[in-house]
């Protein structure tokens, strides 16, 4: 899961960039990149690492121009070491384009085969983004007549583009002699807002992943991209857009409302906040139904993403309502950290036990879901060392047990601590004395309860149904083998050899 932001401003946007990449570092802690729009000439600074790490006085100095893009990366299959593969990406050809992108491409190795063989394009790294990059460039090429380029030109090379890529995929753009370009899947699956503000100078856009980003920065949210349209901003601050998609439907990913998502933010017309309360209380009365709730002393949240779930939770169930854990804040995210080892060394080192609140106590730890167990596992384990006398679970989301091809790092199935594993099983592997999930039907009903409108979901990771329609069992079994492979089979002499990464993600 990755952050993007594009912004066109009547001042230069190279803090407005970095700020905004700020507010969506929860979405990415690998690498971070900015690429700034001056006239014709395209500044840009990218490397591995937070955002507050990434950029000095001298590369924002660097960074001249009144529109840009950026973003911060999150990826999924093994490349997080390779600062090559950090966005945005460039081509000079046609007109010259920076993108970056948010999601990951379901057929991005035969895409890579058709650029190399058929449109002669080169990729030079094993990342998605470029690939789509490449194929926009391409068909931008192929609509675009003469040396100037109208946003009909660009809203054919999108309809283009949405025939041959699958996955999910939301984009910002800026090109030389145009302005800022935006669009997202048919399928809407990763989330795009953009807002507008009023200047003395004039009205300035920005595009970004989350609200949270436009309202933050002073940004009024107008909506949300819809999926499968483009939004175009030229020079002169006109703002057009088009449906470029021939059958959108919108079926967001559940996961981005479950953790990914910050609780401040709305996206598609549903507070990421009141969904999470919701979880909460649906889960309580699965919780009722399912554990004697008078052997529970106490409900605690793992922080920070479960806690408006465990609070719902605990008023429901009229139970007390404690911090049992608490976080250090300057620690990433444990399960956007590339490798197991790294996240399970940085658990104790993230999460400290306050031991009078669990000494002597039955303790119900609610978490916003169970992906691989090495978290749950080490929680549960120092709940017992601070003196729990039993430790149940609950997971504000259904058991994981599909990958995830759409941008979230749970590729492969053995991974997946329920893959194989029934819930008794799964408690005993964390060392929980019982272990309550998520019903998928009681999550998908809360948030259409939130926004009627949305009557579909990704929600693969948990029933195996890839809304996109072109993922087989096939495909899972080379992904694995991909994700499983030692790195120097995974690349050969060309680059339509290389097992793409999904470096948008």
């Known amino acids: 899961m990755c952050g993007i932001v594009g912004a066109v401003a009547k001042s230069p946007v190279n803090q407005l960039l970095y700020d905004s990449l700020l507010l969506l570092q929860h979405r990415g802690q690998d690498a971070a990149g900015i690429a700034t729009l001056q006239g014709n000439a395209f500044s840009m600074y990218k490397g591995n690492g937070l955002v507050r790490d990434v950029f000095r006085t001298r590369n924002m100095r660097a960074l001249p121009g ?174 057009k857009f088009a449906q470029c998609a021939e059958s959108p439907i919108l079926a967001p990913c559940v996961f981005e409302y479950i953790y990914f998502a910050r609780p401040d933010s709305t996206m598609n017309g549903i507070s990421v906040y009141e969904s999470r309360l919701k979880m909460g209380e649906t889960l309580a009365t699965k919780v009722a139904r399912t554990l004697d709730v008078s052997e529970i002393d106490v409900v605690m949240p793992i922080p920070d993403s479960s806690r408006p779930s465990a609070m719902q939770l605990a008023m429901k169930l009229n139970l007390p309502f404690r911090e049992g854990f608490i976080k250090n804040r300057y620690i990433g995210r444990t399960f956007i950290m590339p490798g197991q080892n790294t996240r399970k060394r940085s658990v104790r080192q993230k999460l400290n036990a306050i031991r009078e609140e669990f000494a002597g106590k039955n303790v119900l730890l609610v978490d916003d879901s169970i992906v691989r167990g090495t978290t749950s596992r080490e929680i549960v384990d120092m709940a017992r060392e601070s003196g729990a006398k039993k430790v149940f679970f609950a997971s504000a989301a259904p058991p ?106």
Request: hydrophobic share 40%; proline share 4%.
């Open 66 to 239: 009144h529109m840009g893009i950026g973003q911060c990366r999150y990826p999924t299959a093994g490349s997080a070491s390779s600062e090559e593969e950090a966005q945005p990406f460039y081509v000079n050809a046609p007109f010259g384009i920076a993108l970056a992108h948010n999601g990951n491409l379901t057929n991005a190795e035969q895409l890579g085969e058709e650029m190399f063989r058929i449109d002669r394009r080169h990729i030079n790294t094993g990342s998605d983004s470029e690939v789509l990059l490449n194929v926009f460039a391409n068909e931008l090429g192929n609509a675009a007549r003469g040396l100037s380029l109208d946003e009909h030109s660009i809203f054919a090379a999108v309809r283009a583009l949405h025939k041959r890529v699958k996955g999910s995929y939301a984009v910002v753009a800026t090109i030389a002699g145009f302005g800022l370009v935006a669009f997202r899947d048919p399928y809407g699956i990763r989330p795009l807002t953009i807002g507008q503000v009023d200047t003395p100078d004039g009205r300035e856009y920005m595009v970004a992943s989350e609200s949270v980003t436009l309202e933050a920065m002073g940004y009024h949210v107008l909506r949300d991209v819809e999926p499968g349209e483009c939004v175009t901003i030229d020079l002169d601050n006109n703002i």
């Open 400 to 505: 994981v047990r599909f990958p995830n091809v759409y941008g979230i790092d749970m590729p492969t199935r053995s991974e997946l601590i329920a893959s194989t594993r029934t819930d008794e099983e799964v408690a005993r592997e964390i060392g929980a004395d019982a272990l309550v999930y998520q019903d998928l039907a009681d999550l998908k009903a809360v948030l259409t309860g939130l926004n009627p409108k949305i009557t579909q979901f990704d929600a693969s990771c948990f029933d195996g149904q890839y809304i996109t329609g072109d993922i087989d069992m096939a495909y899972l079994d080379r992904l694995e083998a991909s994700r499983n492979a030692p790195k120097a089979e995974k690349g050969g002499g060309l680059m339509h050899n290389v097992g793409y990464a999904g470096g948008g993600d």
